[in-house]
């Protein structure tokens, strides 16, 4: 993988146009609604959910699961486990996997 200051270059650079999430897991399942992702400068991805609430997550949120993201992907740190460290597990996980998916293209 990229080290984490060249993902998130790249990263930002690809949602400086918003763009769908869908809420993915490493199962392959679609949970729950899409949500909207924007970066807009600074160091956070805007990420707006169906209600219109905007939420700020910050750079140094995707750093942490994209440092575990293997570890994640391979089953030996759980969705739960990552959760219960952070609020925005589901919106770094989702837009990670988004972003790898569309690189891998």
Not at 33 to 57: D, H, M, N, P, W
Not at 79 to 100: A, G, M, P, V, W
Request: with cysteine.
């Amino acid at each position: 993988m990229l080290p984490f200051a060249n993902f998130w270059q790249d990263l930002s650079y690809s949602l400086i146009t918003q763009q769908t999430i869908s809420n993915w897991t490493k199962d392959g399942k679609i949970r729950t609604q899409s949500f909207q992702a924007q970066y807009k400068g600074g160091s956070y991805v805007i990420c707006t959910i169906r209600s219109g609430k905007e939420l700020q997550v910050p750079r140094k949120e995707f750093h942490s699961m994209y440092d575990r993201w293997e570890d994640y992907i391979s089953d030996r740190l759980s969705r739960s486990y990552l959760r219960d460290e952070s609020r925005f597990t589901k919106y770094t996980i989702s837009i990670i996997h988004h972003y790898l998916h569309l690189t891998q293209k």
